[in-house]
């Protein structure tokens, strides 16, 4: 007899603000038992035949997209990939338009990527299926933050642990970051403690009210981690003066071998990519023996299985 | 909990105990000898009667029988009647399952539809060389074309009653019993 | 033009009254009425205020009418109890001549629900660049004595000096919409925790704040008055008693929204709490009541936004900013401020209509009752309540953000100079 599932997840996946701690970790345990489907010689599983996910993206994202299509894919279900190019509302059909048109066509869940905060939580109330956020805006991206965590948890930690006790660094631009957001809510939802390290300018007015500290000084803050996170950096930003140039920022924030030898032995390196090679993160750290850059892209097909098991996997109604 | 049922117990300890040592045997009969052998049980109490069956033929033919999981979740056929279930980590031995004799484990055999499960996910795993099946309690009452090769004890029921199966690992003593919805 | 009483009605002062009305004033205002009238309506229970008068609102005509009309406009106004608006400039084409703003009078006359008073732009086509014709619109038929690029922020300095000065030579004055450009780009909401929590960009307090404390000092400066558009911080309220105590000739607003709603609500993205300047902290709330409490801030205006449904139903950034308010402005300020006993119906008088037709100069609006005097009358019953539905607003626009809010209080009846556009909350058949 297989045993009940006492833990349920909330009907969507818009923010990891949504989920408590048994939750967060029957996702990361769930993406342990898939990930040993990526060594069968069959690497597919019947779950969600006949469900018909949509991948509905309005901004580039070729990366995510394809891990999302071969999470999808690896369970079994239909793909239908979106690519609505053009943001606003004046491009175009509107999100409300697109998500009454994908539920026409029986969509049992809309994978969204959009450039506007909070368009996945829009997204949801105008349709019956189930909402997965894949970045909105600067708001979130929590399919990001779950890897990123699984990955941390499997050097760190063990199946069925949390994060307590361990020390993350998140820096770069956390203003502009939804990565940085989803990745604060969860790193401290699993009991880590999470230091920010970043140009004054690049730190939301707010963060007081954050679960963290905030640090100017990489160097005094890199010995004492765990696991640092390197976010991207545009360098678009130097147009609107949150740091005057590249090269002062990368002398001042950037990620180099003289910073990784600050590291503690066992410290782990991870990036969500893409990278500035040379800006906020150097060759020798992203291609490094304490990197896991890599294997947070394979783990990110892992996590999104055990997200489309647990929202999709049982008897979601759709239509109802 | 089924108040008020009369509940009647059918197998103890000592009985558990003979059923699995005479499957051990049985096993080892039908095979000519404990080779090639992997026992997989069925989480959670088929795990547990797997690795007691390998201890006991290890013992017998004085070799390690190797033994492991099988998870069925993601593979049962009504997964779309309840909330998505927590999956149990699937363990195979280091040997795999090309070319073994894989003797799947599990308590109690009823409708049959977990053991299709389990040969739906063992076929993702990899080829046997030959499948079969021992349980400790065959109830009847099947509703797909599946037969187990090796049955502690054959215990017809009525499809209302429930069979209840206690093993020590877990539930601090061996025993089976039946909840029955009549007056036996 | 037929005769009216309403009987039993309460003044401001408290005092029971019947009120008389005929050929367009006031003909009794006593215990017991001793003249005749042909029609009688019922009092009881409400308020007799003075018809309310909004220095701040946009009927979109011309260039928008498929969000609101000067006739759909001041018909949902009639039906919030004001007998006056102040149309704002930023239509299309902008009022920034004499000929828009006599076209916006002229729209208001024929449709007859209120008396509607233009808003000339400060400058040409909203632009910030040059000064528009301010003399040619208030010596025009529409008379323009407020002026205002609301909507944007007269941000140069020196053409705000300008301005200011220019205007004094008809008693006119420049109504800021405070919003530093250069601090606010493709801002979304106040910058607070919640901005930093939903990923969208904030606006901080300093921008308003800035602006006003300049401007300030300019108006005491060149001697002008100034007054200050949908105040919505804490800080704004401590500047502008500061420049008050200081004598400095400065006048300013708030909205019915900023009384009641927080930044909180912009958790659920939902862009009908989107406005500009945007809902802010729990302590901005409590400053701005105090502030209305005490006279720093003088007056409350709508700041009715109409928007139709597709510029809401998107995500937050592309919706358009605004909220309509006219029919539900009287309920909040009653919720907000009498409810709390921060005021009394004498001095929501004074902030809803007395104070602001001072403000905009006009004569015949803004007065208190007494006989002899116009009859612009709104009868209210604050003993009623209702849960807000946007279908129910007669406004073309349904963007209210106090959907689903139970609000206190009816308008009962009407009466613009001397004819009832509302009888019995309903609205007269013309």
């Known amino acids: ?320 | 909990m089924s108040a008020g049922k009369p509940v009647k117990t059918v197998l103890e300890e000592g009985d558990i105990s003979r059923a699995l040592t005479r499957i051990a045997h049985e096993i080892i009969e039908k095979n000519r000898g404990s080779e090639n052998l992997l026992l997989l049980g069925i989480p959670t109490r088929g795990a547990y009667l797997a690795g007691r069956l390998a201890k006991i033929i290890g013992s017998i033919d004085k070799r390690e029988i190797p033994n492991g999981v099988l998870d069925i979740t993601l593979h049962r056929d009504d997964l779309r009647s309840r909330p998505p279930r927590a999956l149990t980590p699937t363990v195979i031995p280091s040997g795999g399952v090309e070319d073994k004799i894989v003797v799947l484990v599990d308590d109690v055999l009823f409708s049959g539809r977990t053991i299709r499960a389990a040969l739906d996910a063992l076929g993702e795993i990899g080829r046997p060389a030959q499948v079969q099946l021992a349980v400790l309690v065959d109830r009847g009452h099947r509703q797909l074309p599946i037969r187990a090769d090796y049955v502690g004890k054959n215990l017809p029921t009525s499809a209302d009653e429930i069979v209840r199966v206690s093993i020590s690992e877990i539930d601090e003593i061996d025993q089976i019993v039946i909840a029955g919805a009549n007056e036996s | 033009m037929s005769t009216y009483l309403i009987k039993d009605v309460e003044l401001v002062n408290g005092e029971k009254v019947d009120i008389g009305i005929a050929d367009g004033v006031i003909t009794e205002l006593s215990k017991k009425a001793t003249k005749n009238y042909e029609n009688v309506l019922d009092g009881s229970g409400c308020v007799a205020l003075p018809g309310l008068v909004d220095l701040h609102t946009h009927l979109r005509e011309p260039g928008r009418e498929d969000a609101e009309t000067v006739l759909t406009g001041t018909r949902a106004a009639a039906r919030g109890g004001y007998t006056a608006v102040f149309a704002m400039a930023n239509t299309d084409p902008v009022a920034d001549t004499a000929g828009v703003v006599e076209q916006v009078v002229r729209l208001g006359k024929e449709a007859g629900w209120c008396e509607v008073f233009a808003v000339g732009a400060v400058t040409k086509d909203l632009a910030g660049e040059s000064m528009a014709e301010l003399g040619a619109m208030a010596h025009s038929a529409a008379q323009v004595r407020v002026f205002s690029d609301d909507g944007k922020c007269v941000s140069d300095s020196q053409m705000m000096r300008r301005a200011l000065e220019y205007v004094r030579q008809f008693d006119g004055v420049v109504a800021q919409h405070a919003q530093d450009p250069k601090l606010t780009v493709n801002a979304q909401m106040n910058e607070g925790s919640v901005s930093a929590r939903l990923g969208l960009r904030g606006w901080p307090a300093v921008a308003e704040e800035g602006i006003i404390a300049r401007d300030v000092l300019l108006a005491s400066h060149v001697k002008s008055r100034l007054h200050i558009c949908h105040v919505s911080t804490a800080g704004s309220v401590d500047i502008i008693r500061w420049a008050k105590s200081r004598g400095i000739d400065v006048t300013a607003e708030v909205t019915p929204h900023h009384l009641l709603l927080s930044d909180e609500l912009v958790e659920s993205y939902d862009p009908k709490f989107k406005v500009n300047p945007p809902l802010r902290s729990n302590e901005d709330i409590a400053a701005l009541r105090m502030g209305l409490a005490d006279g720093t801030i003088d007056i409350v205006a709508t700041d009715h936004a109409p928007h139709p449904a597709e510029d809401k139903e998107c995500e937050w950034a592309g919706a358009a900013n605004g909220m309509i308010g006219l029919e539900t402005a009287l309920s909040v300020v009653q919720k907000t401020m009498v409810d709390t006993g921060l005021l009394n119906w004498s001095q929501v008088a004074d902030r809803m209509s007395i104070t602001p037709a001072k403000i905009g100069r006009t004569k015949g609006q803004g007065i208190a009752l007494a006989v002899g005097a116009p009859a612009n009358i709104c009868i209210y019953d604050p003993s009623k309540s209702k849960v807000v539905v946007a279908e129910e607003q007669i406004s073309k626009s349904k963007n209210t953000p106090f959907v689903g809010i139970e609000l206190p209080g009816e308008v009962r009846h009407v009466f613009f100079q001397g004819k009832p556009t509302m009888i019995s909350t309903e609205m007269v058949a013309r």
């Open chain 1, 1 to 320: 007899m297989s045993p009940e599932v006492v833990t349920e997840l909330p009907r969507h996946l818009l923010s990891i603000g949504d989920l408590n701690h048994d939750q967060a970790l029957l996702i990361l345990d769930t993406a342990e038992e898939l990930a040993k489907i990526s060594d069968a010689p069959i690497k597919k599983l019947p779950t969600l035949r006949g469900r018909t996910i949509v991948n509905l993206f309005y901004e580039d994202s070729t990366r995510t997209r394809i891990s999302f299509e071969a999470a999808a894919k690896r369970l079994s279900a239909d793909v239908i990939n979106f690519s609505a190019k053009g943001s606003s509302v004046s491009k175009g059909e509107s999100l409300k338009d697109t998500a009454l048109t994908l539920q026409a066509m029986g969509a049992d869940a809309v994978v969204l990527r959009h450039p506007e905060s909070g368009a996945a939580n829009r997204l949801a109330g105008w349709t019956n299926g189930v909402v997965i956020n894949a970045g909105d805006g600067t708001h979130e991206h929590p399919t990001q933050a779950l890897l990123d965590a699984f990955t941390i948890r499997r050097h760190l930690g063990s199946v069925g642990s949390d994060l307590n006790g361990k020390h993350i660094a998140i820096v770069g631009d956390v203003l502009h970051s939804r990565v940085a957001r989803s990745n604060v809510l969860l790193l401290t939802l699993l009991g880590a403690k999470v230091t920010l390290v970043a140009p004054p300018t690049l730190i939301p007015v707010g963060v007081e009210s954050w679960p963290v500290q905030v640090s100017y000084a990489i160097d005094e803050v890199l010995p004492e981690v765990d696991a640092v996170m390197m976010l991207r950096v545009q360098s678009e930003r130097m147009q609107n003066s949150f740091f005057p140039s590249t090269r002062e920022y990368s002398r001042l924030f950037g990620l180099n071998l003289d910073r990784m030898n600050l590291l503690q032995k066992g410290a782990l390196i991870l990036h969500p990519g893409p990278m500035n090679r040379g800006l906020e993160i150097s060759a020798e750290c992203a291609d490094g023996v304490q990197s896991v850059i890599l294997e947070q892209v394979a783990n990110g097909v892992s996590v999104r299985m055990a997200v489309l098991y647990l929202l999709l996997g049982g008897n979601i109604g759709v239509g109802s």
